[in-house]
């Protein structure tokens, strides 16, 4: 699976947009990006996944870009719950599903 | 209505005892995994099953055993308890096809004195 590099923290205001930004150089064309994260104390949640569009959901969007080396979480009006550990993770779907999580990034909203 | 459910949520015990947390899913899903998170914070795959049958198994030692009895419950039992294992464990769960996004529970905090 694709290493991947995010910032160590980020900072939002609250009800601005976060813009959580991951490279992934050297994903290879079979593989999927996964973003999941960690509020305090919980479990890890999952956000979304793409390949190579565009998606949105519910929770987020996730923009890949065209060449596929990097992508951003974009939730559009954060709030004070979304204070959580970000995880971008790229993997493919075939074969051992092992999800294997780096650093992530510190997100806080500040109200 | 809970997606992954574990028990105990805390645990707390003694070196050298021998302990169990379980986990349940009620998602119909196939494969199931324990994560182990340490006080550095650092979340790592542990086991996974599939339809009953170990198909992870990263390097952990041989005090560690899962028991997945069927597809929705995998257990696991935890010799010899040593200090460094306290941790945070999470137990998760995806279907076998398509993206197979995974679904955490609360995670059981584990404590050896």
């Known amino acids: 699976d694709a290493k991947t590099t995010q910032p160590p923290s980020m900072d939002c205001a609250e009800g601005r947009a976060a813009n959580l930004p991951c490279n992934h150089s050297?994903?290879?064309?079979?593989?999927?990006v996964y973003w999941y994260r960690q509020i305090h104390s919980q479990g890890p949640q999952y956000i979304i996944h793409?390949?190579?569009n565009n998606e949105t959901n519910e929770m987020a969007s996730l923009i890949i870009t065209e060449d596929r080396k990097s992508s951003t979480l974009i939730l559009p009006h954060a709030t004070l719950r979304d204070t959580a550990v970000y995880y971008c993770?790229?993997?493919?779907?075939?074969?051992?599903?092992?999800?294997?999580f780096g650093q992530g990034t510190r997100l806080t909203i500040n109200p | 209505d809970t997606a992954v459910s574990q028990t105990p949520k805390y645990l707390v015990t003694q070196m050298g005892n021998d302990k169990s947390i379980k986990c349940e899913q009620n998602?119909?899903?196939?494969?199931m995994y324990w994560y182990k998170q340490d006080s550095k914070k650092f979340l790592k795959i542990m086991f996974s099953y599939n339809n009953k049958e170990l198909i992870i198994n990263e390097t952990v030692p041989n005090r560690f055993s899962p028991k997945s009895p069927d597809k929705a419950h995998l257990n696991l039992h935890i010799n010899s308890l040593e200090l460094g294992d306290s941790a945070v464990y999470f137990c998760?769960?995806?279907?076998?096809?398509?993206?197979?996004?995974?679904?955490f529970g609360p995670g059981t905090r584990l404590t050896v004195t």
């Open positions: 998760a769960s995806s279907s076998g096809t398509g993206p197979r996004e995974q679904y």
């Open positions: 993770i790229v993997r493919g779907i075939q074969g051992a599903q092992k999800l294997v």
């Open positions: 998602l119909g899903h196939d494969t």
């Open positions: 793409g390949l190579k």
């Open positions: 050297t994903i290879s064309g079979n593989e999927y």
